[in-house]
Structure formats: C-alpha cells, structure tokens
C-alpha cells in the first residue's frame, strides 16, 4: 500500500457546517418522588452540551474524529472526550459557566485541532414570547451554527469530502415522491455526480434521471425566487401608495372634521353669550 501523503489540493476550500449547542431541563425538586437519586440536593438543572451535524448535512465523522469537552473544574474529571459520536456531555448543575471544545480531526485531515467555546445558558434567555416557551417546557436550549473551513486540504480529505457514502447514514423514507420511490425501489441514493467529470464537493452543472439535484435546478429556483420577490415588492409598493392616499384622506377629514367642530363650539358659544345677555 503506498504510504499516504500530505499533498494538498490546490485552489480548493471545502467547508462544513456544525451545530455547537447545549439543552437544559428543570429537575424535579428535591423530595419530589420524579427526582432521580444520587444527584446534589443544590443541583436544579440537567444539562447536555453537544456537537452536532445539521439535519441532511453529510456525515460529520468523515473528518471530525474527536471531541473534548473542558467543562468546570470542579466536576469529576473536567476534561471530556468523546472518540465516537454522539459528541456529547451530559451533566447535572445549578450554574451555568463557559465550556472550551476541542474539535479534532481525522488524521488523513492533517489538520491541527480548533477551539471553539460555547457557553452552558441553563437560565431563560430571548424575547418574552422565547422565556414563556422555556418556562412552559421546562427546556432552554442555546444552540450556534459553527462553519470549519478546510482551505487546500489533504487528497485524502478531499477524496473524503466528496464521496457520496457520506450522506448514507440518511434513509431514503418510503414514500416522499416518485425520485424517491423509484430510488427506494432501486435501493439506490441519488447521485450527486460529479460536474466535469471531476470530482468536486458541487452540485452538478444538468440532472438527469440518476442525479436529482443540479446548479441548473439551482438557478432555475434562485430566478423564480427572484421573481416572487418582484411581485411582493410592487404589491408592497402599490399597497404603501394606497396607505399614504388613505391617510392623506383621513387628515382631510380631520381637518374638516375639526373646522366644523370648531364652528360648532364658536355657534354654542356665542349661543351660551345670548343667553345669558
Ligand atoms: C458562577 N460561573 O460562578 C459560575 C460557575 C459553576 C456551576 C458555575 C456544579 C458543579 C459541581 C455547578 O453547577 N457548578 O457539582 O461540581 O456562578
């Protein structure tokens, strides 16, 4: 087997999104029956802080091989590793406090590790609207989306990066459209294809009946986006136009309004005089 190298892939940079987050639930009381055993009479909170892949993003195992976690000091051994995914910690507490992490990538990466730091909200946090949710769920979740870039990487994370079997931890559902059905039936995912014949971690220039996502279909929705967004700024605008009508109306009528009130109040006025003469 040659012995791999470190060459990297010139003028290419392949980006990954993470989700870096931390939920937090409200324990029961103490000498509530729900509470569970062996935890600090003075710890109020469960919490999980994580490191996460979004929803239908590719695996993120492909090129994060570690996870550390520093959390604070006077928990049992604060320094923790996760090697496998989930990347998460699970704790009790009362407090909240910042936690380091340590991302560490695969080997065939050649990439040093990056630091990240995200801090532990166990309290409310937001809007009203946002608290009075947490308050009635029990949970406060603080979640950031994270973006590692790897600029020139290795041949080998590169390959990895765009390889089709890291979107395979996702399963086709049953149904959802006849792409899919037929693809189930196939047991075949759809193919991202290559735009060139390169390799590339881009979306394919044409679909056809392998590949169900192309730059084409891309641009062809970006327009008809921008067109939508046309019709909704003229509607907006002819709708603006008619409030400034409306409102120049309405002060007319005020105006008007309040000449005759005004004349009114002078007839009674005058009335009141003569009356009283
Ligand atoms: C503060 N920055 O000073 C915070 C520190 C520490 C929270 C929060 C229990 C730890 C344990 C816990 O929740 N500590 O049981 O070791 O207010």
Redesign the pocket.
Known sequence: MPAPTNKRVKNKRISRNIIIGSEAFTLPPVGDPNRPKGI?D??T?RWTVYVRQPQGDPSLTTWLNKVQFKI?N???NPLRTCENPPFEVT???????PIDIRLHFQPISGEKAQYRQHFLQLEKYGDERQQAQQEASGLVRSEFLEVVQFNEPTEALFEALTMDDQWNYLQLPAKGGKKAAMMAQLGQRPKRGYPGGERSAQLPDKADDNIAFSQEQEHALILSIKEKIGIVEKSLDEETKRREQTEKKLKALRAELGHEAAQQAAQQASGDRSRRR
């Not at 704790?91 to 406090?97: K, L, Q, S, V």
């Open positions: 600090p003075d710890h909170k604070f006077t928990y049992e704790e009790t507490g009362w407090g909240g406090f």
